[in-house]
């Protein structure tokens, strides 16, 4: 599996999600079933297969948590302020307006609050350039150019 770009702070959150799930939620979702067994037949019971449907998304979502905490790569806050990289900070300008960006894991992108993804096609276009260097992104309306101003 590829590595998951991850801030501290996100990892943590993802190992408490595991641990709510594999207790908390696994107990519930056995609970269920057990009740819903109860009731006897099982062929027009839908309350054991919403039950068994919610004990699939529990288990599935175990193992996608499972192994993105085994691939996590922590961000670091990038010592770098050369060039862009994971975790650095991008404060950048596109037809007079200044745009602040942060290039994280996919996992923590959240573009409405600028931070993006090191997987988009503008957080790859970032990676790698310097401050006073053109970045050149295409989008559905054609292209667009950002300058870089500086790297936090």
Request: aromatic share 4%; proline share 2%.
């Amino acid at each position: 599996m590829d590595k998951q770009y991850v801030t501290k702070e996100k990892l943590e959150e993802l190992k408490q999600e595991l641990a709510d799930l594999k207790g908390r939620r696994r107990i519930e979702v056995g609970d269920r079933l057990k009740r819903a067994k109860e009731l006897g037949d099982l062929s027009e019971n839908s309350e054991y297969f919403e039950a068994r449907e919610e004990q699939a998304q529990v288990e599935t979502r175990i193992g996608e948590l499972e192994d993105m905490i085994k691939s996590a790569q922590i961000i670091e806050k990038s010592a770098s302020t050369s060039n862009v990289s994971i975790g650095s900070t991008v404060e950048a300008e596109k037809d007079g307006q200044k745009i602040k960006l942060t290039i994280v894991g996919s996992n923590e992108a959240r573009p409405e609050a600028g931070f993006i993804s090191n997987e988009s096609p503008l957080g790859r276009a970032f990676l790698g350039k310097k401050t006073g260097d053109k970045v050149t992104v295409s989008v559905p309306k054609g292209k667009v150019e950002y300058t870089v101003i500086s790297i936090e």
